[in-house]
């Protein structure tokens, strides 16, 4: 069956623009939209197979619409060149294609597509349009459906007549009624002021089109909704006249013009070549890994004989892609079930009593000259670590350099990762095993082929991230600090920290003690006994029986929420001591009980997994359990660090600590004179600060205008809003805004560094941090001024605090590599954010808060000096 696509190809290049990292060829020019657009074309004509087909373009900025109305699309931000130089590459790419495009002076692409989808329809032809603008529904008929972009660039929803009833309650056709009545801001069509899409749907449901709704303004319930529509009647009739779609264009193009029949397949790879999509040519030509793997029988041994093993890794050639299979939960206690291993010749799996059976293979395993490209190696190396395996070698981990390459993905899983970069066919694990109780564990032929996929698909990676990683000139980040940093990391978890769970279960009776004696404390001021834990019975005792202010109320009744709690706090005792008890409570719950049922029963001590491909910002994260979230501004939390010590009798541990790093980045980046000279000379900052924000000189700063200065300086680092200062200080917004506005007055160059941070990511569509490590913001130009605003506060953030993150993990590599050299038995334990923990044998005590103190404040050079301070104790919480 005969079957059109048209496709937008104005839209479709911009959503790929801001939907894929800012790739660049080798020239130096930006080729991301074209990339995207080659994805998108590959995977339409091998999914819906047209048989007709076109893209259309914008000709021009100007249309015919705008002699109706100048304002039409003026609002709209100048296209980023980066993007605008992409458009006549794309248009050989459709010729390379073999694909029609076409444009009309004074007309926009949607008039194209309306025009061609009327044609269409009337010689009954099926249209499908593809496209990422919703202004196109109003061409859905029983004939014409409507791709719409959802994710990325290839993954679309399909709109059909019954899909937009179902949505908005709406026929197609009344789109244009629904963008007269509430406007379209991104196409600064006006409406009706006032009008949103909630208003408009209803109007549109009890009237029909505009000019009904126009004619039957007395009718609208809402005295206020009666008179913007009788007020601004003319301006909703010429905005659904702006958005109406032109569908009588005189184009001289017949639907038997666009009959696809295909591509040549050289001219296109030729394409591929130059512009450097090398995937994309193999893809085509049949030498795609896609097309290889597809089979089944996809060649790979299953080694069950330490003497073949031998064999097989002897003559290996280096690289070896290598994958640990093993069951599902906390690694340091999973079993490994078997490796998967490929040499791009062949493939190997080998089940794990095999692995143990060769003495051969694990020395191959342990030597570091033996190359290794692996996937989540920290997980691997700790997995193994139980069974006294080391592995040495990795010279690549695939999870990691796709976390640099796109640190805001939350999905790093090597089935994604492959599908993304190669379009390589291999399922996800939780196709292949089931979840939670449906899990089945593979075996055979069908587990050894699934291993073997994994590490094709590792080997294939290795070659096109490491380009990546050169493009985007992140290859030293990635090479000299996150790919050391993860075997770092890996002996930090395998060792673990050891817990006195004697003095925690004592602790634990100490805070089950405390919370009777809040809960006595809390009825005797409320007068009679409850449930502290219930927000409703809470709020019925604050609310109704204390009579205190009613702050905020929910769905349910009061509102309870610790916010909420310490703006009550100054009015009545009991709020003090519930939210005394709240935090005892959870301390007890997450910390005491949580941590005992982490202790390991053989070695007495707690594996913290460190997760190195998380955040945004380059910082480590810490999961089952949390060691970094202790909160410690209470004493009660301060004391939970009481239960960790040395593993060793006699050992101390050491904690060192970065003094206010954050700031001291952003008096580099900001090269502000006052902030600059108060780090050199070693002045207290938020002193300074006070004293600069406030007019007085050091001795007259009183502990309040130093803790309103500490907000301040810390929230400029997140960028925070006179909203946020408000809240963090308990004050009006107005305050809080004199606060901001009296910073920047004091600290001009830290103002010019967040405008000009600002205005580098709207160009460039990310920042980087000192060691170029870089992250995407793709609604840094967004119209939605929420999202905009959210990615313009993490501009001015991330370079700060990334270069942060960065800097302390530069400094543990070092510290390795210094430790290692000059023969120390201490062990790193912890990364607490701004923190290094260690365990110290007391010969060593001394010689290491030297070197700790010289590697970390010279881990890199800034215009002002970093600044650590060491403690030792017999504790963590000594050491504090």
Known sequence: MDKLYLIDGSSIAYRAFYALPLLTHSSGTPINAVYGFSLMLLK???????????????????????????????????????????????????????????????????????????????????????????????????????????????????????????????????????KGLMGDSSDNIPGIPGVGEKTALKLLQQFGSVENVLDNADSISGKKLQERVRDHADQARLSKKLATIFRDMSIDIALADLKYDGYDRERLAKFFKKWEFKT????????????????????????????????????????????????????????????????????????????????????????????????????????????????????????????????????????????????YPLPHDDEVYGKGAKRKQLEGQELAEHLARKTEAMRLLHQRLDEQLETYGMKDLYYRLELPLAKILAGMEADGVKVDRGRLQALGKEFEERLQKLTEEIYSLAGTEFNINSPK????????????????????????????????????????KILLFRQIGKLQSTYVEGLLKMIQQETGKIHTIFQQTVAATGRLSSTDPNLQNIPIRLEEGRRIREVFVPSESGWKILAADYSQIELRVLAHFAQDETLLEAFRENMDIHT???????????????????????????????????????????????????????????????????????????????????????????DINSKNFNRRSFAERTAMNTPIQGTAADIIKLAMVKLAERLSREGFK???????????????????????????????????????????DVSTGDTWYDAK
């Open 280 to 423: 994309l040519q193999e893809r085509i030509m049949g030498d795609d890994v896609t097309e290889r793997t597809k089979a089944k029988d996809i060649l790979v041994d299953t080694i069950a004989h330490a003497s073949v093993l031998n064999e097989w890794i002897d003559s290996a050639s280096a690289p070896v892609a290598l994958y640990v299979e093993m069951e599902p939960g906390p690694y340091v206690n999973a079993d490994v079930i078997g490796f998967g291993l490929s040499d791009g010749t062949r493939h190997a799996y080998v089940p794990f009593k095999t692995v143990k059976e060769s003495r051969t293979f694990q020395s191959w395993l342990q030597d570091d000259a033996r190359a290794k490209v692996g996937y989540d190696i920290k997980k691997a190396m700790v997995a193994l670590k139980k069974y006294g395996i080391q592995v040495n070698g990795f010279v690549f981990d695939v999870m990691l350099a796709s976390y640099l390459l796109n640190p805001t993905e939350s999905d790093h899983a090597l089935s994604e990762i492959a599908k993304q970069q190669l379009q």
């Open 688 to 778: 300074r600060t006070a004293m600069d924000v406030f007019g007085v000189d050091k001795d007259r700063v009183t502990p309040l205008m130093r803790r309103q200065a500490k907000a301040v300086n810390f929230g400029i680092v997140y960028g925070i809003s006179d909203y946020g200062l408000s809240q963090n200080l308990n004050i009006s917004r107005k305050e809080a805004a004199t606060f901001i506005e009296r910073y920047f007055r004091s600290f001009p160059g830290v103002k010019r560094y967040m405008d000009d941070i600002v205005k580098q990511a709207r160009e460039h569509g990310y920042v980087t941090t000192l060691l170029h490590r870089r992250r995407y913001l793709p």
């Open 44 to 178: 339409l004509l091998e999914e819906e197979k047209p048989t007709h087909l076109l893209v259309a373009f914008d000709a021009s900025a100007k249309t015919f619409r705008h002699a109706d109305y100048e304002e039409y699309k003026s609002t709209r931000m100048k296209t980023p060149d980066e993007l605008s130089g992409q458009f006549p590459i794309i248009k050989d790419l459709l010729d390379a294609f073999s694909i029609p495009y076409y444009e009309v002076e004074n007309y926009e692409a949607d008039d194209i597509i309306g025009t061609l989808s009327r044609k269409a329809e009337e010689a009954s032809l099926k249209t499908r349009i593809v496209t990422g603008d919703k202004d196109l529904l109003q061409l859905v008929s029983e004939r014409v459906e409507a791709l719409l972009t959802r994710k990325g660039i290839t993954e679309m929803d399909v709109y059909t007549v019954d899909a937009i009833r179902d949505k908005y309650g709406l026929k197609p056709e009344q789109i244009v009624d629904l």
């Open 826 to 868: 201490t062990r790193m334990l912890l990364q607490v954010h701004d923190e290094l923990i260690f365990e110290v044998p007391p010969n060593e005590v001394e010689a290491l808060k030297a070197v700790v103190t010289d590697v970390m404040e010279n881990a890199v050079e800034l215009s002002v000096p970093l600044k650590v």
């Open 537 to 576: 019975q809470l709020g019925h005792i604050l609310f109704d029986k204390l009579n205190l202010p009613v702050m905020k109320k929910t769905k349910t009744g009061y509102s309870t929420s610790a916010d909420v709690l310490e703006k009550l706090e100054p009015q009545h005792e009991i709020v003090g």
